[in-house]
């Protein structure tokens, strides 16, 4: 079936540190793929995607780039902020057997940024 | 403009009793999915509709758990009789599906229930 695999946390790091969130998939078929954030009692947003191989999604200093040979979309950002601090999920989105589109998330990684 | 809408924020109730949980999706969406966050299990898809018709509920856990979506404006979540294993965050999201992929969902902040 179709899966996910991200990078367990939690994570914490530095203010302006670089930030890598490791994101692996699993799919019969050709997904879209989707970083969404969720930062404290609030429901998830999405934060950047892609839709074929090589392209690279970005926002708000955030980029991952489609890997078609290698199965990933890692999140990558240069230098982060304490804003920053939320929990990151992975998604991928293909049509189901009912006909439909289907997002299957990751586990979610919950990222910690300290002053 | 609003946003997705759910209601009630925080639910404690008791084992056997009744719980619904409503949501309004944004104006002009067609799709409205149903979730659950846990730890131990994370994100689950419960439900889903498309023209307010359910499409997919394989991720009901059971039949306590029961799902409507009586209009385009309105749906429920409804678990009877709630068990304390039932305790989660429930995730309201809706999309505007006008082509395939667009994977863009757009959540409510949650309903949390405890279930004693």
Redesign the interface.
Known sequence: GNSVTQMEGPVTLSEEAFLTINCTYTATGY??L?WYVQYP??????LL?A?KADDKGSNKGFEATYRKETTSFHLEKGSVQVSDSAVY?C?L????N?G?????????TRLTIIP | DAGVIQSPRHEVTEMGQEVTLRCKPISGHNSLFWYRQTMMRGLELLIYFNNNVPIDDSGMPEDRFSAKMPNASFSTLKIQPSEPRDSAVYFCASSLRTRPNTGELFFGEGSRLTVL
């Open positions: 997904p879209s989707f009692g609030e429901g998830l947003q999405l995607k839709t999920f998604a989105s293909l049509i189901s009912f439909n589109e289907k997002l299957t998330f990751g586990t979610g």
